[in-house]
């Protein structure tokens, strides 16, 4: 009864859960926080336990490749960071000493969140073990506004004055809609990141777009940063701040795939909000980009 799917602890796909990585080549990592800032819309901090149990709906082996990224990647489990959603003084600590556990060895930390918040401390712990770091950012919003603090919206302004990544070769792709305060685009750009809206990505196309992203990074070491919340609300309505006008299932994976010749050394996948989240819809699409990027990660080191 131990081994039963329905009585042992749910992890990323019924991977083994560890508490270090051993010689995994890839890990997962449960981030459950939030800043608890938003007026009506808190749920994030759920996400991770959402993501793992949708995840149980996807199979091993790839269909176009006949991997089974798993297997290959020696893929385990870490479980969650010991965070306190809305207290970012002891939560950033705790979130840095989980991914920096995560590295040890050489493995990919593959991270769930969690509101953006949490970018900020992953990328701490990135940044001591990669001095070259740089930044492919797909959401609806930069996270790097001109504001001060720390929160959802200012992840990436609080890396580019830490030294944390190369903003010049950094990019924030599918950004969109509404915002906060104004001239956010024109100040991200002032801090050297490559900012691409959703029309500009839409209009020359997402192959040419992540060329450019291919030319510019290089071979250098870069923190894949997927906002669910660059999909379109019709197909991921629970996420924290959904913008329309997103990305399809069909384009969202394109891009995600369109990352394959880069260096990727961390990625989180993040803003699941389950109570906003119709059947888990948002949340199995989340575990699918995971898939995704596990088979993309064991494609690239077989």
Request: glycine share 10%; charged share 20%.
């Amino acid at each position: 009864m131990s081994e039963s799917p329905f009585a042992s602890l749910v992890t990323f796909m019924g991977v083994p859960h560890r508490t270090e990585p051993g010689d995994a080549r890839a890990v997962i990592v449960g981030l459950p926080f939030d800043c608890s800032a938003h007026p009506h819309r808190i749920g994030s901090r759920q996400g991770p336990a959402s993501i793992r149990a949708q995840s149980l709906l996807i199979r091993r082996y790839d269909a176009d490749t006949g991997i089974d990224p798993l297997a290959e990647l020696g893929v385990v489990d870490l479980g969650d960071a010991r965070v306190t959603p809305g207290d970012i003084t002891a939560s950033y600590p705790a979130i840095e000493a989980a991914v920096d556990g995560a590295l040890v060895g050489g493995a990919v930390a593959l991270t769930m969140g969690g509101d953006g918040a949490i970018s900020l401390p992953e990328m701490r712990a990135l940044r001591r073990r990669y001095p070259e770091l740089v930044v492919v950012h797909l959401d609806a919003h930069t996270d790097a506004y001109p504001i001060d603090g720390y929160n959802t919206a200012t992840a990436f302004s609080r890396a580019f004055d830490e030294g944390l990544i190369d903003a010049r070769r950094s990019f924030h792709i599918g950004v969109r809609s509404s915002l906060l305060v104004p001239q956010v685009y024109e100040y991200g750009r002032q801090l050297g990141y490559r900012i691409i809206p959703m029309d500009e990505l839409m209009g020359r196309g997402i192959a040419d777009v992540f060329a450019e992203v291919e030319r510019t990074v290089a071979e250098r070491p870069v923190y894949l940063c997927f906002d669910m919340d660059v999909f379109d609300p019709s197909v991921a309505p629970g996420v924290c701040t959904p913008a329309w006008g997103g990305l399809s299932t069909r384009e969202g994976l394109a891009a995600l795939r369109a990352c394959r010749a880069v260096n990727v050394v961390g990625m989180n996948v993040n803003t699941i909000s389950p109570p906003h989240d119709p059947a888990g819809m948002s949340a199995f699409l989340a575990a699918h980009v995971m898939f995704e990027f596990l088979v993309m990660l064991a494609s690239r080191r077989s």
